[in-house]
């Protein structure tokens, strides 16, 4: 999912019964959560709460994402949507990935990204992608790289 379950998603159902193509208009609380609700700041933050992204919005704790999980018959919910330094980051015990897998977001973060591979008996395995050293991230500074051989240096 992009952003997370916020106050609204209890059932994967809900997500699959979103009337497609989606838009912004249609106003669904549902589809406000999945795309711009995140995660309390650690797994200490139980509950719901507002989120600085904007009114209405919320942050979910550790709680929330063990409901959803049971719920659905989940052990791990995968979200995007922000950028952490890692390019990954665990909570509520592990049951909620944050994945980014862009390097040095907008040229500015330094930080890593990350993918994740499923391994044998259905382990995730986060694989990290580095940001390439500032001289040899520009083209200028490096005329004799090709792009396509520094898309991801894994």
């Not at 916020?6 to 549902?30: C, D, F, K, W, Y």
């Not at 719920?71 to 922000?82: G, Y």
């Not at 897998?101 to 990350?114: D, E, H, K, L």
């Amino acid at each position: 999912m992009h952003g997370g379950i916020g106050r609204s998603i209890n059932h994967v159902e809900q997500i699959e019964n979103l009337q497609r193509p989606i838009t912004m208009e249609a106003g669904s609380i549902v589809l406000m959560d999945l795309l711009w609700s995140d995660p309390t700041e650690n797994d200490s933050v139980e509950g719901l709460r507002p989120n600085a992204r904007g009114p209405g919005l919320v942050t979910f704790g550790p709680d929330r994402v063990m409901e959803f999980c049971n719920n659905n018959d989940l052990q791990l919910i995968v979200r995007a949507h922000e950028c952490v330094m890692d390019g990954f980051e665990r909570f509520a015990q592990g049951h909620l990935i944050t994945l980014f897998s862009a390097t040095n977001y907008c040229g500015t973060a330094n930080n890593a990204g990350a993918i994740l591979v499923l391994g044998r008996d259905l382990v995730v395995v986060p694989k990290l992608i580095h940001p390439l050293p500032p001289a040899m991230s520009s083209p200028e500074a490096s005329p004799e790289r090709h792009i396509e051989d520094t898309w991801m240096q894994v």
